[in-house]
């Protein structure tokens, strides 16, 4: 706007930024609570049950979609080619940023009792010079613990101790994460409770994206180690038949051209009117340099001149490619992915945990459900990997050598579960040093910890049935405290005891009620990262990590609004 010499006004500024496709993004719930969260009719989850482990609560299985219309991006020719697990009618041209599966299920949530059987400080010391030492033994060679023992053990005992250190290490990085404050060290139980947990989060744009992008790069090399020009269509055209044959996708070949030119396969971002006209004023006064340039007479040529050129190139090349991307053919660009926001992995599962915590705050602070869980916690990678075995998402993790990684490279062998350990990570996730490897979703787990000053911890999730159940009826106060708690034993009539409850919650006065408890017990667990929910996460939250616009929320009402005044 500068450059067409027009001020760059506050109104310009609010406009560009209120039609910004990052504040168009829209959330779509499948299966549970679909009808409460979307405030239309129950819709079924696309794939409930499927490839989940035992352990969750009946009929909480859901999708939570986070998703764009394709009509918020300007000139977009919204169309995309590629899977988008039949969330939504083709016709609708959906553009799906990242959606998660979540269940309900129970966990039990580590207290303290345990770790006070000791002095606290002398414990928590045992426990670091445990990790210390350890953490020593695991980053030895074989060889090298055999000849510190002076030779008596074997280079296969070495192995052994080497294994078991790096596998007692995770344990023991878990009991120091949860030993707690010892300066204000106060014993607290373990509880049994309720979770919403994140079976899965993924992509289908970008997972895919990164996917082609990695085919396209790999058949673009093979062009250029063959001294072939990707723009010769007839050359490449030629390969199909002849007897110089290069193994590329053929149905990429538009494709290639794109990547060799702009050095990616996300569709251009589309200018408007004011931004051609300040390129087409920049092709101008570059025409006019070299007009005048033609003028110079032979022996008055000077450096300055020579210079001045040089940039009126540059100018112009630049401005003749955004017109050269603003003209690529359509069935190229609808080959191409759509250009939405969070391209990064870091990004989209940062986006798509903060609607889950949004989502599952909601539940439990406005819709005030009684069977809303507490805590959010996400799949660890080990889970994952296993569900996925025949697709080899089990193939490789971060504990992978790097020299076996590079073999496999070079065998053309692709090590899946890399990337899977990579963004789902987990308690037990080592690098190839045998130290924590922190993933893509711990990072965005412990931010959204911080931004809510909440609680972060490593709790145990159900991943089998119970072998019993603990029944109980819970007295609240009118302000939800437990004022007494009516455990039902076995062969007890769970009816009498419920009028047994409702009876002394009367007599204790108006606002008490009875609420029934339901604790399962025996139940196969899995270590998972988790965050403890608050009424701020109902609150808009940044879209971004250390700047940017904020979720849309207008107006923006205060606390007491949201969840009630106490």
């Known amino acids: 706007m500068t450059s067409t010499g027009r001020p760059i006004t506050k109104e310009d500024l609010l406009l560009r930024i209120k039609n910004a496709p990052i504040r168009q993004l829209e959330t779509k719930t499948f299966g549970f609570r679909s009808e409460v969260e979307n405030g239309d009719e129950y819709i079924d989850g696309r794939f409930a049950d499927q490839y989940l482990e035992n352990g969750y609560v009946p009929n909480s299985y859901r999708e939570n979609v986070l998703y764009l219309?394709?009509?918020?991006?300007?000139?977009?020719?919204?169309?995309?080619?590629?899977?988008?697990?039949?969330?939504?009618?083709?016709?609708?041209?959906?553009?799906?940023?990242?959606?998660?599966?979540?269940?309900?299920?129970?966990?039990?949530?580590?207290?303290?009792?345990?770790?006070?059987?000791?002095?606290?400080?002398?414990?928590?010391?045992?426990?670091?010079?445990?990790?210390?030492?350890?953490?020593?033994?695991?980053?030895?060679?074989?060889?090298?613990?055999?000849?510190?023992?002076n030779g008596r053990i074997t280079i296969e005992q070495a192995q052994k101790n080497i294994d078991k250190a790096k596998k007692d290490l995770s344990t023991i990085k878990n009991q120091i994460d949860n030993f707690g404050d010892r300066t204000n060290f106060v014993a607290q139980p373990d509880i049994t409770t309720k979770v919403t947990f994140a079976d899965e989060i993924q992509s289908d744009i970008f997972q895919k994206y990164r996917e082609i992008l990695t085919t396209v790069k790999d058949d673009y090399q093979k062009l250029i180690s063959k001294s072939i020009n990707p723009q010769d269509t007839s050359r490449l055209e030629s390969l199909r038949y002849g007897n110089d044959t290069i193994d590329i996708n053929q149905g990429n070949i538009k494709i290639i051209q794109f990547y060799d030119k702009h050095k990616d396969i996300m569709r251009p971002m589309f200018k408007t009117a004011d931004d051609f006209a300040a390129h087409i004023k920049e092709l101008k006064e570059s025409n006019k340099v070299f007009e005048d340039f033609s003028k110079i007479k032979p022996g008055n040529l000077q450096q300055a001149d020579v210079k001045l050129i040089q940039e009126a190139g540059k100018k112009r090349d630049k401005v003749l490619e955004v017109f050269e991307q603003a003209f690529t053919?359509?069935?190229?660009?609808?080959?191409?992915?759509?250009?939405?926001?969070?391209?990064?992995?870091?990004a989209w599962g940062d986006a798509i945990i903060k609607n889950d915590i949004n989502i599952a705050a909601k539940r439990l602070f406005v819709d005030k459900d009684a069977n809303a869980a507490e805590w959010y916690a996400i799949s660890p990678a080990q889970l994952v990997k296993s569900r996925y075995k025949a697709q080899g998402l089990d193939n490789g993790g971060t504990n992978t050598p790097l020299a076996e990684r590079e073999a496999a490279r070079l065998r053309g062998e692709k090590l899946k579960g890399i990337g899977v350990e990579e963004f789902y990570g987990g308690p037990n996730s080592i690098d190839p040093s045998g130290k924590h490897y922190t993933s893509v979703l711990e990072e965005a787990l412990?931010?959204?910890?911080?931004?809510?000053?909440?609680?972060?911890?490593?709790?145990?999730?159900?991943?089998?049935?119970?072998?019993?159940?603990?029944?109980?009826?819970?007295?609240?106060?009118?302000?939800?405290?437990?004022?007494?708690?009516?455990?039902?034993?076995?062969?007890?009539?769970?009816?009498?005891?419920?009028?047994?409850?409702?009876?002394?919650?009367?007599?204790?006065?108006?606002?008490?009620?009875?609420?029934?408890?339901?604790?399962?017990?025996?139940?196969?667990?899995?270590?998972?990262?988790?965050?403890?929910?608050?009424?701020?996460?109902?609150?808009?939250?940044?879209?971004?990590?250390?700047?940017?616009?904020?979720?849309?929320?207008?107006?923006?009402?205060?606390?007491?609004?949201?969840?009630?005044?106490?």
């Not at 002095?119 to 010079?129: F, G, H, V």
């Open 329 to 346: 053919d359509k069935k190229t660009m609808e080959s191409l992915f759509p250009n939405i926001p969070f391209k990064d992995r870091r």
């Open 446 to 566: 412990k931010r959204a910890a911080e931004a809510n000053n909440t609680e972060f911890k490593i709790i145990k999730v159900s991943i089998g049935d119970p072998k019993s159940m603990q029944r109980s009826f819970q007295i609240l106060s009118p302000d939800g405290e437990i004022v007494k708690t009516n455990k039902l034993g076995r062969g007890n009539d769970a009816s009498e005891a419920l009028m047994k409850a409702t009876q002394e919650a009367e007599e204790l006065g108006e606002g008490f009620t009875v609420k029934a408890i339901e604790i399962p017990k025996g139940f196969k667990t899995v270590d998972a990262y988790a965050i403890k929910l608050t009424p701020e996460m109902i609150l808009p939250s940044k879209t971004h990590f250390a700047s940017g616009g904020y979720a849309l929320y207008d107006p923006l009402v205060s606390m007491d609004e949201v969840i009630g005044a106490y």
């Open 69 to 149: 219309d394709s009509s918020k991006i300007p000139n977009d020719i919204q169309k995309y080619k590629y899977s988008t697990h039949n969330f939504f009618n083709n016709d609708e041209n959906k553009y799906i940023i990242g959606w998660s599966r979540s269940s309900d299920r129970y966990a039990i949530i580590p207290g303290t009792s345990k770790q006070l059987s000791g002095a606290t400080d002398t414990k928590l010391a045992d426990l670091e010079s445990k990790f210390n030492r350890l953490e020593k033994i695991s980053v030895k060679t074989p060889e090298e613990l055999v000849n510190q023992s």
